[in-house]
């Protein structure tokens, strides 16, 4: 499985982004997909995690500002992060997990400042 994912940027204090992960490989569904994010000098975290039938999990920091979602007929997940914060700039890396397999996309760049 490759990830690859897109769709950070630059966005003021209170503004939205959309990220998305692009998985290859066959399976889609059966993996538990999840974003990740590190600021710099600090461990990554987990931010919202969606299983394949849609169950989800979200760190508290985000809840009621980002979403997660999934398309399995694009294999593609999305974060729809709204409201984001200072505290939200960080790299986010899509993860990719089904039993012993764990696959990691690239990061994208979230940068949240005025």
């Known amino acids: 499985v490759q990830l690859q994912a897109s769709g950070g940027g630059l966005v003021q204090p209170g503004g939205s982004l959309r990220l998305s992960c692009a998985a290859s490989g066959t399976g889609f569904m059966s993996y538990i997909m999840s974003w990740y994010r590190q600021a710099p000098g600090k461990q990554r975290e987990l931010v919202a995690s969606?299983?394949?039938?849609?169950?989800?999990y979200y760190d508290d920091s985000v809840k009621g500002r980002f979403t997660i979602s999934r398309d399995n007929a694009k294999n593609t997940m999305y974060l729809q992060m709204n409201s984001l914060k200072p505290e939200d700039t960080a790299v986010y890396y899509c993860?990719?997990?089904?039993?012993?397999?764990?696959?990691w996309g690239q990061g994208t760049l979230v940068t949240v400042s005025s």
């Open positions: 969606i299983a394949g039938a849609g169950r989800t």
């Open positions: 993860n990719s997990m089904r039993s012993s397999e764990l696959y």
